[in-house]
């Protein structure tokens, strides 16, 4: 099991490394150059809304913590959030002068299919949204998480992880993500009681690219009973999560570069957290299910010791 | 080793899902930056001018020749200086050593007052004054697929009802327009 672990840890190194290569922008970056501030937040909002609940998945996968003693895991998390029909489309704005039916106009976002051409009735003049870039129907995200405890009852969970930009992908894979967090027991102060419970707070940054910053934070409640192998779980937590856009608009061919710099606000506020892992020992799995505004799903894997 | 390798390769394989889930032949509208022609009326009751656009000048670098069509989604025309008269005109294209074909003549008949057009007249507002040229929009729309981009003639010829014709009377004629360029 220990081989295990040090080939797990080798292996998150190595995603760490970073390396210095140096490829074009992705699709999705020198595509969102494209818009203004104005017209950005829309095409791009369900990213916002999914990175976010993703950031915030798989914190915890029990709300047992010891009141000492020393103990250490290393977890790799995959969180997978749902990709619905509303992330697909966004009212857009159109230029001055076109006026649409309805008094909104809907086409694509980065999620979504063939952008929508717009025919004004009176002129007869057209103006189109740009087309999605990919169809999913679901957006992933993969984290590694190290979990370090226990002092008086808390442990502190770390996530870091560096990857280069692979080639010219639709999405960044250049990236760096940092998060830290805490946890506390609160089931150490009941005297006999029946289940574990716990609080935690995470605060997490990850840097996609050259142009996208996300910054999530949440605080949860869990409260979770170790049987045998099994350890069921349920949660409730607040987050709050932003997408950070940075970028010189390249639209009109540049020739007014002018700063955009919009901040995006991701759905998520609340979730409810229900799921279980398995206790093998030094390794565990896991899987739990998250509802919010964004329903997804996290899980995985971990060793420790 | 072994263990290390997979997990890795696991990882990073997860880490690009999606990549290969990109929209066939999705395209990002790209508005160009509008091509404004000036030009300057001078002392008699007739004018012309001609400016070069170069169309590469338009469109971000990325894209210069990744665009597979392209729209006019509006032409405007607007004047600049008092003038008791009226005026007549039109607007042309000329691409490379191609033919002059019109975009927009104003008004569809006869003349129209000078001072109508110190509003901004838009074939967008569906302006009264102002008639579309397919023919000439067309050509203009072809420009933008070719590769490389070439330089573009913008023309205006017209006339004035009366004389004399005071000094420092423009007309200036503005085409916006929009193109689809390719992602992939």
Not at chain 1, 292 to 297: A, E, F, K, R, S
Request: aromatic letters at 10%.
């Amino acid at each position: 099991m220990r081989r295990i672990a040090v080939a797990t840890g080798i292996s998150l190194l190595a995603m760490s490394a970073g390396s210095s290569a140096v490829f074009a922008q992705s699709q999705l970056e020198l595509a969102v150059q494209q818009f203004r501030s104005s017209e950005v937040v829309g095409y791009i909002q369900p990213l916002g809304d999914l990175f976010g609940a993703n950031m915030n998945a798989g914190l915890y996968h029990s709300a047992a913590i010891p009141r000492d003693g020393f103990h250490i895991r290393i977890d790799v998390v995959g969180a997978i959030s749902l990709i619905g029909e509303q992330h697909k489309v966004y009212d857009a704005t159109l230029p001055e002068g076109f006026v649409p039916q309805g008094g909104s106009y809907q086409t694509a976002t980065v999620f979504g299919g063939r952008g929508t051409t717009f025919k004004d009735a009176s002129s007869g003049l057209e103006y189109k949204g740009s087309d999605g870039i990919v169809r999913l129907s679901a957006f992933p995200l993969l984290v590694p998480q190290l979990t370090i405890g226990s002092l008086f009852g808390t442990e502190a969970t770390f996530r870091f992880m560096k990857t280069p930009q692979l080639s010219q992908q639709w999405f960044p894979t250049k990236s760096t993500l940092l998060g830290v967090g805490l946890r506390h027991s609160i089931s150490q102060y009941i005297r006999n009681a029946a289940v574990d419970v716990s609080i935690g707070a995470f605060y997490s940054t990850f840097t996609l690219g050259d142009i996208i910053d996300f910054t999530a934070r949440a605080v949860n409640v869990s409260i979770s009973k170790t049987v045998s192998l099994f350890t069921p779980y349920v949660g409730l937590g607040y987050e709050r999560s932003t997408m950070h856009l940075h970028y010189d608009f390249k639209g009109e061919a540049g020739q007014y570069p002018r700063l955009v710099d919009v901040v995006i606000e991701g759905a998520n506020r609340f979730r409810v957290t229900g799921g279980f892992m398995i206790d093998l020992q030094a390794v565990h799995l896991f899987a739990d299910a998250n509802f919010g505004n964004v329903h997804h799903y996290s899980g995985g894997f971990g060793f420790g010791f | 080793m072994k263990w290390s390798s997979m997990v890795a390769a696991a990882l990073l394989s997860l880490s690009t899902l999606g990549s290969s889930c990109v929209n066939e032949g999705a395209t990002i509208s790209i508005n160009l930056k509008p091509i404004v022609g000036r030009y300057r009326v001078g002392t008699s009751t007739t004018f012309g001018g001609l400016i070069t656009v170069k169309l590469d000048s338009l469109v971000d670098a990325e894209y210069k020749t990744k665009i597979r069509q392209g729209r006019v989604y509006d032409l405007r025309v607007r004047v600049e200086g008092d003038y008791p008269g009226s005026v007549s005109g039109f607007a042309a294209v000329r691409i490379r050593d191609g033919q002059i074909k019109q975009i927009i003549r104003f008004p569809r008949d006869g003349t129209v007052a000078w001072s109508s057009f110190h509003t901004t007249q838009s074939l967008l507002a569906k302006s009264p004054y102002l008639v579309p040229e397919p023919e000439g929009i067309n050509e203009l729309l072809s420009a933008l697929t070719q590769t490389p981009l070439p330089d573009v003639s913008v023309l205006s010829f017209g006339t004035l009802s009366i004389a004399p014709v005071p000094a420092n009377l423009y007309v200036i004629v503005e085409v916006y327009l929009q193109a689809d360029a390719e992602l992939n």
